[in-house]
């Protein structure tokens, strides 16, 4: 299985940008990375998926690096309410169900005011 | 709205007991998942299915069933037989069909054994 590795926590100044950093060396070809973050006590939250280019959405940008074997997120402007546990994720080779994702133990992400 | 609703919040099971957790969703979406989640651990995958009247086991299925009768609902059935119930599970969905699509998850069910 593509396994990633974080760091397990990380602190952020509000307002400030959020870089979390996320190694996926055994990444195949054709394996997307997702990110994910969880609030306490909640259900995980959708935030992005690329595969090779960066990616931007409303929440987040997504900065692969050309050999693939690591990524970044980016939230451009953290607030307090984006304190949470960051996963990245890969889908393991072979499978064929999105729901076969490997969640790890995450960032956990602390905003500071 | 549409969402996924996970009912009860809070559930508690005496030894021996079978308890069900429900999962609705109004998404129409095809595909739904059930992980369990331990403290300071990840999510681990304990069934899915990927249509109605159709499930596959996940990485930890024992001691747990489902059903999928209805494309909007897949309840999990935690039996007698799981000897280490205690933790947060979560439901999602996802359209179904395509393998790089996004997750929506429930609010989850903090289950605790008396």
């Known amino acids: 299985d593509a396994k990633t590795t974080q760091p397990p926590s990380m602190d952020c100044a509000e307002g400030r940008a959020a870089n979390l950093p996320c190694n996926h060396s055994t990444i195949s070809g054709n394996e997307y990375v997702y990110w994910y973050r969880q609030i306490h006590s909640q259900g995980p939250q959708y935030i992005i998926h690329?595969?090779?280019n960066n990616e931007t959405n409303e929440m987040a940008s997504l900065i692969i690096t050309e050999d693939r074997k690591s990524s970044t997120l980016i939230l451009p402007h953290a607030t307090l309410r984006d304190t949470a546990v960051y996963y990245c994720i890969v889908r393991p080779p072979g499978s064929s169900n999105t729901g076969k994702l490997i969640f790890g133990q995450g960032t956990t992400l602390q905003v500071k005011p | 709205d549409g969402g996924i609703t996970q009912s009860p919040k809070y559930l508690f099971r005496k030894e021996g007991q079978n308890v069900t957790l429900s999962c609705e969703q109004n998404?129409?979406?095809?595909?739904m998942y059930w992980y369990r989640q331990d403290p300071g651990q990840g999510l681990r995958l304990i069934y899915y299915s990927q249509i109605v009247n159709d499930f596959q086991k996940g990485d930890i299925a024992e001691g747990y069933s489902v059903s999928r009768e209805k494309k909007e609902s897949f309840p999990l059935t935690v039996t007698s037989a799981q000897k280490n119930p205690t933790a947060f599970y979560l439901c999602a969905s996802s359209i179904g069909g395509r393998w790089n699509e996004k997750l929506f998850f429930g609010s989850g069910t903090q289950l605790s054994v008396l």
């Open positions: 690329g595969l090779k």
């Open positions: 998404l129409n979406h095809d595909a």
